[in-house]
């Protein structure tokens, strides 16, 4: 069982890194067409917001997305540039293209944030089901919150405090 438990850690890790890693490389600017498509504001309200939000968690753990179109999703994204950087060298780097998320609820609540449930998927068959996050409507976009994106590191890493990037806090 304790084989188990760190085998899905270890697997939860590699997507949680997946999240900002693969793609297109680090500091390349984001097509064109991207920037002009952020410039357009995302609804705040009803069923296109709630559209907004699950498209944009899905862009988020999407394998395939370039890093600059994963870190402008997820809020104060540029905090996080660094750390995404450092690991997508590592050995969780050959998983990244296998994962993705499925989106089962989305919740908007006052204060412009939304409740989302989701899974996250790795190879197409679910690694953890049911997760609870947060997206918060900030710069005209739906993004994961450094919460929700910290709280997963936090569950890959363990108690290993050294391992979380500075931007999650202590």
Sequence with gaps: MQHRASAAASALLCVTVAACSG???AGRPAHP?????AATAEPVSGPAA???VTANWKTFFSGTAPIPRRLALLQDGQQFASFVRSQRKTAAGALVLQSAA???SVTLQPGDTA????TIL??????AKNLRGTAIYSGGRWKVTVTTFC???R???GKSKHSVPAACGS
């Design 50 to 52: 709630i559209a907004s």
């Design 23 to 25: 793609g297109a490389a």
């Design 151 to 153: 709280g997963l590191l």
């Design 155 to 157: 569950l890959a890493f």
């Design 33 to 37: 067409a991207q920037s002009r498509a």
């Design 115 to 118: 409740s989302v449930t989701y």
């Design 122 to 127: 790795l190879s197409g068959k679910p690694l």
């Design 102 to 104: 499925t989106v089962k």
